[in-house]
C-alpha cells in the first residue's frame, strides 16, 4: 500500500481542463447540470442533521465544511453562500489557484488548499460536514482515501460520498454514451475498472467508524434537461453517512 492517493494522470487529464472550470458550456458542463441537485441534497441534509433552520438565508452557518477534490469550486462556492465556513483541497495546483481567484472575484472567503485527503487527515483539523463528492474514482489507493475522508469527519458530522456505480448500464451511459457519442465529458474522462459499488463504498465507510444513514440515486431526465434524485442506485448514487458524537 502506497502512502499517496494521487493519481498522476489524472491529474494532469484535469489540469489541462482547468480554465474551463466556469463555463457552463465546457468541459465541466455535466458537473454544472449536476451541481443543483447535489447541493439541494447536501443542504438539505445538513440541515436536518444539525437542526438548522432552512428558512433563513444563511441556514448552514456555524458548520465547517470540506470539499475534497474541490476543482475550481463550484461545490464550494454555494457552499459558503449558504452560510458555511469552507475548506476547499485538490491535488491540483491550477484547480486551486483557479478556484481561490474565482472567490476572490466573487466575494467570498473560502480557504482553498493544494493538498490531498491524507495530508490533511494527519493534522487535527476536523469538519462538521466532509464531501466526497465525483472523486473516489479518480483516486489511487481507494481504502487509504476513504480512511482520510472518515478521519476527517468530526464526531457528530456528516460524510457525502458521491460516485458511479460499476454496472452494464453505468458503462453504457457514463463512458460510451457522455464520453463517446453525446461528447458531455472528454474521452477518458472515467475508467470503468475504478468505479465503485454502493455496497463496497458502504463497507469502506463502516470499516472506518461511521455509519450509512442514507443512499440515494440520481438520473438524469432529458425532457426537463436536469438531475433528480431517484430510486435508482444503477448509475449515478450518493451515499450519506454519520459518524457517531
Known amino acids: 500500500m502506497t502512502d499517496t492517493t494521487i493519481n498522476a494522470d489524472e491529474i ?94 466573487s466575494g467570498l472567503q473560502i480557504d482553498y488548499r493544494a493538498t ?9 483539523e476536523r469538519f462538521d460536514i466532509v464531501l466526497n463528492m465525483e472523486v473516489v474514482e479518480h483516486v489511487d489507493n481507494v481504502p487509504l482515501y476513504m480512511k482520510s475522508c472518515a478521519e476527517l469527519v468530526a464526531p457528530g458530522g456528516l460524510l457525502f460520498t458521491a460516485t458511479i456505480n460499476r454496472t452494464p448500464r453505468a458503462y453504457a451511459l457514463a463512458i460510451v454514451g457522455a464520453e463517446r457519442v453525446l461528447g458531455w465529458l472528454p474521452k477518458g474522462t472515467h475508467d470503468f475498472k475504478k468505479f465503485l459499488t454502493p455496497d463496497e463504498i458502504g463497507a469502506l465507510v463502516s470499516r472506518n467508524g461511521l455509519e450509512v444513514i442514507e443512499r440515494t440515486g440520481v438520473v438524469f431526465h432529458p425532457l426537463a434537461d436536469e438531475w433528480r434524485q431517484s430510486r435508482d442506485l444503477g448509475i449515478n448514487y450518493m451515499v450519506l453517512a454519520e459518524k457517531a458524537a
Open 12 to 105: 494532469s487529464k484535469f489540469a489541462a481542463m482547468a480554465d474551463e472550470w466556469w463555463d457552463p458550456t465546457g468541459k465541466f458542463k455535466p458537473l454544472h447540470k449536476f451541481n443543483p441537485v447535489r447541493l439541494g441534497y447536501i443542504r438539505d441534509q445538513a440541515i436536518a442533521h444539525f437542526g438548522k433552520d432552512g428558512a433563513v438565508r444563511r441556514p448552514l452557518a456555524g458548520l465547517k465544511v470540506l470539499d475534497i477534490g474541490c476543482g475550481g469550486g463550484l461545490l464550494s462556492e454555494p457552499l459558503a453562500r449558504l452560510g458555511a465556513s469552507v475548506v476547499g483541497i485538490d491535488a491540483g495546483d491550477k484547480n486551486i489557484r483557479i478556484a481561490a481567484l474565482h472567490a476572490t472575484q
Open 116 to 124: 490531498t485527503a491524507e495530508a490533511l487527515a494527519a493534522s487535527t
